[in-house]
């Protein structure tokens, strides 16, 4: 079965990083485009961030634009997300999921496949 593993979820003040890490179980990364996403409580899942198999395009939602960064290590086999100055509305469960890479498939969750349990992300004083 193909599942993505999400890890390095936490609880972090305003202002502060986390990295959350995509691992897969099962199949190879490197050949997939790979999607991050988040739900909060009561609203629906959103797309943050996606890149394409080399690593070489990203696409990210304006509301974490300049402050999320996307990058993929196909030798290790993991992709990151480096969120940089959280703000308590970034807290949420984050995904992975693999799926195309572009603006219009991170506005539909249902284009992508392989998701894993998510990691918790709580911004929070």
């Known amino acids: 079965q193909l599942q993505l593993v999400e890890s390095g979820g936490g609880l972090v003040q305003p202002g502060g990083s986390l990295t959350l890490s995509c691992a897969a179980s099962?199949?190879?990364?490197?050949?997939?485009?790979i999607g991050w996403f988040r739900q909060a409580p009561g609203k629906e899942r959103e797309g943050v961030s996606c890149?394409?198999?080399?690593?070489?395009?990203?696409n990210y939602a304006d509301s974490v634009k300049g402050r999320f960064t996307m990058s993929r290590d196909n030798a290790k086999d993991t992709v990151y997300l480096h969120m940089n100055s959280l703000k308590p509305e970034d807290t949420a469960r984050y995904y992975c999921?693999?799926?195309?890479?572009?603006?219009?498939?991170?506005?539909?969750?249902?284009?992508?496949?392989?998701w894993g349990q998510g990691t918790q992300v709580t911004v929070s004083s």
């Open positions: 099962g199949f190879t990364l490197e050949y997939y485009a």
């Open positions: 890149v394409n198999p080399s690593g070489g395009t990203t």
């Open positions: 999921a693999t799926g195309p890479c572009s603006m219009a498939t991170m506005r539909n969750p249902r284009d992508f496949a392989s």
